[in-house]
């Protein structure tokens, strides 16, 4: 297993408090998953794997946050995460809260990661009437955007293809 630690790409999940992030890391790593807190705090995350097309990926639900200007601990933990980098970041926004979703999502794209949105709960923004245009979108923020609904499943399959396509916002 160290072997495979050792080649693994880093992933990380990064988005607001109850965006759906730990639903989209249980879809796409399944029950095996370590449960660790942030060295010196008391700010807990999981941990986990995703094996595609060869790839291993070691994925990180980062604690929720809604600034990468903390303003508690579990922001201070997001902000060290993402600062520390990984090899691609998925932004998990609530397409019913886009918005509100977006100011964390810019700060995040302005470190340079490598980004790919999993626009979630899609399915209860049709519900509110609300339209998302998502090829809009991905064009307006120059990184590719999936919806999906992490609780049903609907569009992990696509996100998960898409990871390779990740890319620092212009």
Sequence with gaps: MDEVRNESKKLLLVGNPNVGKSALFTRITGVHAVSSNYPGTTVGFLEGWLRRSGDVWRVIDVPGAYTLSPTNEAEEVAERMVNEGADVAVLVLDATALERNLFLAFQT??????????????????????????????????????????????????????????RAAD
Excluded: F, Q, Y
Aim: net charge neutral.
């Design 109 to 166: 794209m302005e470190r340079r990661l490598p980004v790919i949105i999993a626009l979630n709960m899609v399915d209860e923004a049709r519900h509110k009437g609300i339209a998302i245009d998502v090829a809009k979108l991905e064009s307006a923020l120059g990184v590719p955007v999936v919806p999906i609904v992490a609780i049903s499943g609907e569009g992990i399959k696509a996100l998960v293809v898409r990871i390779p396509e990740a």
